[in-house]
């Protein structure tokens, strides 16, 4: 059984889901509940007592300017700093210091925002709702809907003064590995496989193997598709659009519409390639009113790459490939060393 991320190896298969980004021109959109929240309930509500407005992006970001008010949590970033890419989620003592030591109360709310559609805040997000911040919300827009609306920024981040976090940790907000094969065949708990149609039909391979859990109940729904416009990502790496406002969330009517074969009354399990992307689909959820989601933290490149585990569309990764690409690729460097040389 992996006891890890496989942290490395996870990097090199992993091809690096470029950037958290967005696309063309759509206002944000009316939340059907209270955890997602919108530009006007951030102006009417962060600089309440008790409220913490919290960037979530990384030093070289947010150095560029944040909203007024807003605090950090290292450099890295909210969603590196509470998690390890080995062993995942930290354990609750560790971020409890973490938290704390960063000026956050478990009793506060806490409002977490960062690029428009970007998987941080959901991630950092899904950490607090998990240790028991049951007040904790996510600016989907972000600082994209917050400039948009010609709301002023400053360099200036806020440090606040250290505090007590007790986490009431909520064990039920977690799926393990153990658990995920506990429940294949539960009829009353279903998966959602927030990946692309790609990686769940294993013509994407991440892992030791491509495919997906072979759960009974199980669908698959890229969280890009609760997007106003779910190709934003890859327009604006193709430089069709120049802003990020096409990761939008859909109306509730249409979210609705796109998770309408999942029953709100029953339990959801969440999972994508390493638990990242599945945090912005279990909010949204949340945010729906269901009532029982979870995030398997440790996801496919776990799962996938333990062979004692079941899967379906299952591929293989191609190393004998892989490896002749690499020798091309060091062929090459040899020859450009060789031009330079001369030179």
């Not at 939340?31 to 102006?43: K, M, P, S």
């Not at 390890?84 to 971020?95: C, E, G, V, Y």
């Not at 972000?142 to 709301?151: F, L, M, Q, R, S």
């Not at 009354?265 to 992307?277: D, H, I, L, S």
Request: charged share 30%.
């Amino acid at each position: 059984m992996y006891a890890t991320r496989l942290g490395k190896l996870g990097n090199v298969w992993w091809l690096a889901g470029l950037l958290s980004l967005f696309g063309a021109g759509w206002p944000g959109t009316a939340f059907a509940g209270n955890i997602i929240v919108d530009t006007e309930y951030v102006l009417k509500n962060k600089d309440k007592p008790g409220v913490i407005l919290l960037d979530a992006r990384a030093e070289r970001d947010y150095k560029k300017g944040v909203i007024h008010g807003a605090s950090v949590i290292g450099a890295k970033g909210a969603a590196v700093e509470l998690r390890d890419m080995d062993a995942r989620i930290l354990p609750a003592a560790k971020l409890e210091k973490i938290l704390g030591e960063a000026g956050i109360a478990q009793s506060n709310e806490i409002i977490v925002y960062g690029d428009k559609g970007d998987n941080g805040p959901y991630v950092a997000f899904w950490v607090l709702d998990h240790l028991g911040a049951d007040k904790a919300k996510v600016y989907h827009g972000g600082i994209d809907d917050w400039t948009t609306a010609k709301n002023p920024i400053t360099n200036e981040v806020k440090k606040l003064p250290a505090a007590t976090f007790t986490a009431k940790v909520q064990a039920d907000r977690l799926a393990t590995t153990e658990y995920v094969q506990k429940n294949l065949k539960n009829k009353d708990v279903q998966f959602i496989d927030s990946r692309t149609r790609k990686e769940n039909s294993g013509d994407d391979i991440r892992a030791l193997r491509g495919g997906y859990i072979p759960a009974v109940n199980h669908v698959n729904i890229p969280h890009e598709e609760g997007w106003k416009d779910p190709d934003t990502l890859k327009k604006l790496a193709d430089k069709q659009v120049e802003n990020r406002h096409g990761a939008a969330l859909k109306d509730p009517a249409e979210l609705k519409a796109l998770y309408k074969n999942l029953d709100p009354n029953k339990e959801v399990v969440a999972y994508c390639q390493t638990g990242t992307r599945s945090t912005q689909t279990y909010a949204v959820l949340r945010d729906m009113g269901f009532k029982k989601v979870r995030n398997y933290d440790d996801s496919w490149i776990v799962w996938g790459s333990n062979l004692d585990l079941p899967t379906a569309n299952t591929s293989y990764f191609d190393f004998v490939k892989v490896n002749a690409a690499m020798k091309r690729v060091d062929d090459l460097e040899k020859k450009v060393e060789a031009l330079i040389a001369k030179k």
